[in-house]
């Protein structure tokens, strides 16, 4: 059976009509990607300089050309970020994939996004800029790094209590905005994405708000590195063994101020969306093996909210 990477759902050929028609309605078919993951790595070396694309991760910047049927690489304008397969760690374009699957299923806004073939039959992971208008215009964005006065080397040193204020100092609607990054917080926990520092959470200003952007950066950490620490950005002073105590009671009830009613809520909603969760693990692109250790750990995690 044939699977869309871009919709998970079955085709005849390497991709689901739907799943073109989220790149155009003109797009008939997406001849694979050019490169290698290897070349994808040296040219996003060699681009490094030239490109608006923070992070660590080798990126390419994208657009797509609807007349030859591909995607090609731009130094700027670019609409679409590409992530390669890591060099060293195994699945990740998978991993963070179904792990935005699984963040949007749960009602966290994500941009489009979704994998696309290699050359040599490899995928990688793509997603939308969510900081472009479609005639190219930017968007006023900062991430938290930025808004505390932290730096790249300094974004861990932080704690997710120093979040708040600056949600309530900038944001236009402040009591909605803390339900979602209570809702970002409870996720991470329970998906095991210990690498959630302040340059993955951002502010963006649309429709004359400033309010949270569409979530990026999702990807189940623990599974991938063995880490032993549980978040990146402590609560309550702590990183790892956190409780229902920790991160309902106080950091939602105390820090953020939510109402028992809205904690509930919250807590029934991911309670509700588990077995949706599952199925999405079952149709995604991860290995058996990998498929069962991000189970069984959304199974250790949810335990712990209970």
């Known amino acids: 059976m044939i699977r869309c990477p871009i919709t998970y759902e079955s085709c005849e050929n390497r991709y689901s009509k739907r799943g ?9 078919d997406l001849r694979d990607f050019p ?3 290897k070349e994808q790595i040296q040219m996003a070396s060699k681009f490094a300089a030239k490109l608006s694309i923070q992070g660590i991760q080798p990126k390419l910047s994208l657009k797509l050309n609807t007349g030859k049927q591909v995607l090609e690489i731009v130094a700027k304008g670019g609409k679409f970020i590409l992530k390669p397969p890591h060099q060293v760690y195994e699945e990740v374009p998978e991993n963070e994939d179904v792990t935005m699957r699984l963040a949007a299923a749960i009602n966290i806004e994500v941009p489009f996004h979704g994998m696309i073939y290699n050359i ?18 930017k968007l006023g964005v900062e991430d938290f790094s930025q808004l505390l006065g932290f730096s790249r080397e300094t974004k861990y040193e932080a704690s997710m209590e120093k979040i708040i204020p600056v949600i309530e100092k900038h944001c236009t609607f402040p009591a909605l905005e803390k339900i979602r990054l209570f809702r970002r917080v409870i996720f991470n926990f329970l998906i095991g994405n210990e690498d959630m520092h302040l340059k993955n959470y951002t502010l963006i200003r649309r429709d004359d708000k400033v309010e949270l952007s569409p979530a990026y950066d999702f990807l ?4 991938l590195l063995k880490a032993t620490e549980e978040i990146a950005l402590p609560i309550r002073g702590k990183k790892n063994r956190l409780t229902k105590e920790d991160l309902v009671n106080y950091f939602g009830s105390e820090r953020l101020q939510l109402s028992d009613a809205v904690l509930k809520k919250e807590l029934q909603a991911f309670e509700a969306v588990y077995a949706r969760w599952i199925e999405l693990l079952d149709r995604s692109f991860l290995s058996p093996k990998m498929r069962q250790a991000y189970k069984d750990l959304l199974q250790e995690r949810f335990s712990r909210l209970k």
Do not use: A, C, V
């Open 35 to 37: 490169y290698t993951p």
């Open 120 to 137: 040599d039959g490899s995928l990688s992971y793509f997603i939308e800029r969510f900081d472009r208008l479609p005639k190219g215009q």
């Open 20 to 28: 073109l028609k989220f790149f155009s309605p003109n797009l008939k």
């Open 220 to 223: 189940n950490t623990t599974i």
